[in-house]
């Protein structure tokens, strides 16, 4: 859907990654570039390659040497190789070929280009893929009552078969792709994808493409796909609309300026993630994957049919992922091989499907296809978005595959939902919400603490991402924010303590010796929170039984994400064996007055000892 990296070793060199607050910056010069950047091409400026002493990325076309980069294994730049001389460019080898028969896959001459396209449906025969279960809805019932009243509501992916009730506009069901190019316009760029290398082919507009498309498939001497159309400001865009559930909680369509999505000017620097067009021929194939900072997807199907093949986000799996993408491993392995499981989903003409955060998916199109669709953030699952943003930095993904403008995005969300915390009375919340919620105040206050104790380089970065339009004091509101969300959740925060801290600093100001520091306890500057009137605390008794769960190897270094979110088999009581569990449960009942009645928060915590005695 969003615009993807192809993850493997030589897609490195398709641009430059930028450092992890930098998401702002402008990426498309480097060291080497003439001083008119404009006069390289579209295909010169978005082959990159990096040095692997000083990490600088730099253009192919710039700093080549006239050879291929498909063929590069490591490079260094002329001055790291100035300052060694033991610093040599090296070449991969060829893909060894064997007239042996083996088990073993390999990718190796996919990555090189030399294997046709239709090896990734063959790579699945054999395969243990299993049919889905996931819920099929009526297009009304996908609505904010449903988020709200179903607590498994976007943690799996849903199918609509039809798309009556959803609130989306489409184009009729004669729209073809030489519509879509007569539409948006024939000299229109369009980043394609050769499917054999999942790599991108340059030199295309939408003009072309529509010849291409319009073959006969039989007449295709490869395999092309087209997975990242965005039409948000184009003539296309009056024909189509998202579901208005993406409207209602989509993070850009809620929460980012209306005043700052214009087609022209500084307006027009906003995250257009929402109409994305998708053009696949028969035989096309997206590898796995994950949509940037895990943000959710719908996906229509306008003529045509996909396949998707997922993987549930488990800890376990998303590891594995991790591990799997952007090394060797995903030219000479099946991430299915990896993890736990894989479902499969067909959808056809008509089809519409939702992705929520974070599911690995791959896509096979077995007819020439046209979708629509886009994506959207959502405060739904604060945690997963941010934990799939953190294996982006990790992996080292390329600004140009991130979602555009996301910390920015997380403060307008911030500065709107405190606004209405501190409403009379405060919005009626659930704790999957809260929760989520609360990781967004973690991170936003993590960037904060760039700003406070960062480097130059990381303060100025941080600073450039708090929008000042809404924003006037990112530190308390982040701070405010974060006690608030707390407070909601009924849990303690250690921000409101004071903390004395001699000649020390505050929002960045140093203060002499002997000055007053009083003012550092009121982290909020004049923002007092109200105190609670009464603090009831029981302790129930200790009750005991014996499960059945085993207990974990110590070499089991996933044991505690595997026991976070304990499920009922280790609940369930067994007989000789296992574990004797003791469990306790306290309950806090917290009272005060409000403007028009009184507020009541009841926390209750469970303390459980789980013992494996000696056999």
């Known amino acids: 859907m969003a615009p993807r990296s192809s993850r493997r070793r030589a897609s490195r060199k398709e641009s430059p990654t930028q ?109 243990k893929v299993n049919n889905h279960n996931f819920k099929c809805l009526k297009g009304s019932d996908v609505n904010k009552h449903w988020l709200e009243k179903d607590e498994t509501a976007m943690t799996e992916p849903i199918i609509i078969l039809r798309p009556d009730g959803l609130g989306m506009r489409m184009p009729p069901k004669s729209f073809t792709v030489r519509d879509v190019a007569d539409t948006v316009g024939l000299d229109h760029p369009v ?158 003409e008509g089809n519409t499907m939702i992705i929520p955060t974070g599911w690995i998916h791959a896509v096979a199109t077995p007819a020439d296809t046209l979708v629509f669709g886009g994506n959207f953030l959502h405060s739904f699952n604060v945690a997963t978005q941010l934990k799939i943003r953190d294996i982006e930095i990790r992996t080292h993904v390329p600004k140009k595959f991130r979602f555009p403008f996301f910390t920015k995005l997380c403060w307008y969300v911030c500065e709107q939902t405190l606004r209405s915390f501190k409403a009379s009375p405060p919005p009626e919340l659930s704790e999957r919400m809260l929760s989520s919620m609360l990781s967004l105040a973690e991170f936003l206050v993590s960037q904060v603490r760039l700003i406070e104790k960062g480097s130059d380089a990381a303060k100025k970065e941080a600073r450039e991402n708090v929008p000042s339009d809404r924003v006037k004091d990112g530190p308390a509101l982040a701070r405010e924010f974060r006690w608030r969300t707390k407070q909601l959740l009924g849990e303690d925060s250690s921000d409101e303590m004071p903390s004395r801290r001699s000649n020390g600093t505050a929002n960045g100001v140093k203060r002499k010796r002997g000055q007053d520091t009083d003012d550092e306890f009121d982290r909020f500057r004049n923002y007092a929170p109200k105190p609670w009137a009464e603090t009831l605390t029981t302790t129930g008794e200790e009750s005991q039984w014996r499960s059945k769960a085993v207990r974990p190897e110590p070499e089991d270094v996933l044991w505690t994400k595997q026991w976070a979110d304990i499920g009922a088999d280790k609940l369930e009581e067994g007989g000789e064996g296992g574990a004797l569990v003791s469990a306790q449960t306290e309950t806090t009942i917290k009272l005060r007055r409000i403007e028009h009645g009184i507020e009541r928060q009841r926390i209750q915590r469970t303390l459980e000892r789980w013992n494996w005695e000696p056999q």
């Not at 395999?223 to 909680?249: C, F, G, H, M, R």
């Not at 996909?306 to 491993?329: D, V």
């Open 19 to 127: 450092t992890e607050n930098a998401e702002e910056s402008d990426p498309e010069t480097c060291p080497s570039c003439p001083e008119n950047p404009s006069e390289l091409s579209d295909h010169d400026s978005t082959q990159w390659i990096q040095c692997e002493t000083c990490k600088t990325w730099y253009h192919w076309r710039c700093a080549g040497n006239d050879s291929e980069i498909e063929t590069i294994d490591k490079w260094f730049c002329k001055d790291c190789v100035a300052q060694d001389s033991s610093r040599t460019i090296t070449f991969r080898p060829p893909a060894r070929k064997s007239a042996r028969k083996k088990t073993h896959l390999d990718y190796s001459d996919v990555a090189n280009g030399t294997r046709s396209a239709d090896h990734w449906t063959r790579v699945l025969q054999g395969k």
């Open 191 to 348: 980043e394609v994808m050769d499917v054999a290398t999942q790599s991108g082919s340059p030199g295309w507009t939408l003009g072309k493409w529509a010849d291409y498309f319009e073959q006969e498939p039989s007449s295709r001497e490869r395999i092309y796909n087209v997975i990242s159309l965005e039409v948000s400001n184009t003539k296309l865009s009056e024909q189509v609309s998202a579901p208005q559930i993406v409207e209602d909680i989509g993070w850009v369509e809620q929460y980012w300026p209306n005043t700052r999505k214009g087609k022209e000017g500084k307006g027009s620097n906003y995250p257009k993630v929402q109409l994305y067009c998708l053009m696949g021929v028969e035989s096309a194939w997206t590898d796995w994957h994950i949509d940037f900072a895990g943000s959710s997807v719908y996906y229509h199907i306008l003529r045509g049919s996909k396949i998707f093949y997922f993987i549930r986000p488990t800890p376990a799996n998303l590891a594995a992922y991790e591990k799997w993408s952007g090394t060797e491993l995903q030219t000479t392995t099946w991430l299915g091989d990896l993890v736990d499981e894989v479902v499969r989903v067909t959808l056809t």
